[in-house]
């Protein structure tokens, strides 16, 4: 029986149920809800999935493309030569793969609402983001180990499983965040 | 010819890169002779001015390979922008490195242009290859 248990939670967690702001307050957002019930993934999403976590995992945090609509995610993908003052080219078939992926997992969201109109490519620019983030002292975001906002997972320690509870928050050298 | 072929085979196989990136550095090698017909090999010294000169790169600040990589490719490097820890870029700390031509290609196009703010010639990939295979 617990083998059984065992076995669905890995099926929901490959599944990739990503629970975006689930925080602990209530919240406005609840896209969780509509993967609640998520399949498992195929073998090919799970490349697929685990090409984009490689490649732009290699040098920051694999946001997980929930937290950006469709018109972000194609700004980025256009200027990859360019991207946050590096160089980020990948090969044509790569590049069309994650471009994909992308667009299909974005935000059903506009996140935007508020920007005047700007297409978003910082997660951070957003209003919720920064809504959320509003009381976080300025000095704890900038310390060495945290280096910026870009860095979800030195504070929110599961996010890698794209779980953003308030609970998880451990801050470098401060500690959690009640 | 043949005998060339065993002994670029056989001085490759000391050196610590698979089969597929030697049959690259192969090319390179054919390209920067037709580039610069004085072009007598890859050298690892070249390789090394490469790797630890400071240039200004892409984003019109002094930046060099070892900005990121740091001078001894034994060790873990770290992203001087994310802060993201890099594994060894050499590949006896690290024997992943220098197995994939298309891994290697598109770091060497990326962080030319992040160091250089241009591409690397043929010879200038050869020689920084050179370099990480004896470190």
Redesign the interface.
Known sequence: MTKIVNLSIAALLLAGGVYLYADDDEHEEHEHKRSAVAKPMTPQEKSTAALYTKECG????AYQPEFLPKSSWDKTMKTL??H????????PQDHKTIQNYLASHASRYDRMTGMGGAIAIRISETPNFKHEHREIPKKMVTQ?DV?SF??CAACHTKAASGSYREREVRIPNYGSWE | MKYLAFALLFSTSLMAASPEVVQYMNELSKTAKAENSSFSGFDAARGKEIFTSTHTGKQGKPMACTSCHTTNLANAGKNSLTGKVIDPLSPRANPQRLTSTKEVTKWLKRNFMDVYAREGSAQEKGDVLTYIMKN
């Open positions: 290699a040098c920051h945090f030569d360019s946050f003052g590096t160089d980020a080219t990948l090969d060495a280096k870009a860095n």
